[in-house]
Nanobody
Framework: QVQLVESGGGLVQAGGSLRLSCAAS????????MGWFRQAPGKEREFVAA????????YYGDSVKGRFTISRDNAKNTLYLQMNNLKLEDTALYYC?????????????????WGQGTQVTVSS
């Protein structure tokens, strides 16, 4: 049974930083492409970032390029999202997801497993 558990969300002022983590209970974590998505109330789930198996490839949504960094530690079965210079519009529920295919998809349909999400709220 695959489980993904996000942590690190919270309330932060605009311009601040947060680091999200996603602990994966996948025996073969290094064989999964991983991604971060977010969903704000009343909006569709939005692609944030994705990373290939060995972290050789990273992909970002246009709205977060230059501010967010995705990384992974295959030895620890953990995915990260470093978020800097946060903006009000970054407020959302952030999900991590795992995909059996590589390179990882930029759409939610390309992922096989999802976490429950961690809330990020950016205040002015």
């Amino acid at each position: 049974q695959v489980q993904l558990v996000e942590s690190g969300g919270g309330l932060v002022q605009a311009g601040g930083s947060l680091r999200l983590s996603c602990a994966a209970s996948i025996r073969t974590f290094s064989m999964y492409g991983m991604g971060w998505f977010r969903q704000a109330p009343g909006k569709e789930r939005e692609f944030v970032a994705a990373i290939s198996l060995s972290a050789s490839g990273t992909y970002y949504g246009d709205s977060v390029k230059g501010r967010f960094t995705i990384s992974r530690d295959n030895a620890k079965n953990t995915l990260y999202l470093q978020m800097n210079n946060l903006k009000l519009e970054d407020t959302a529920l952030y999900y991590c997801a795992a995909a059996r295919v590589t390179p990882p998809s930029l759409t939610p349909l390309g992922y096989d497993y999802w976490g429950q999400g961690t809330q990020v709220t950016v205040s002015s």
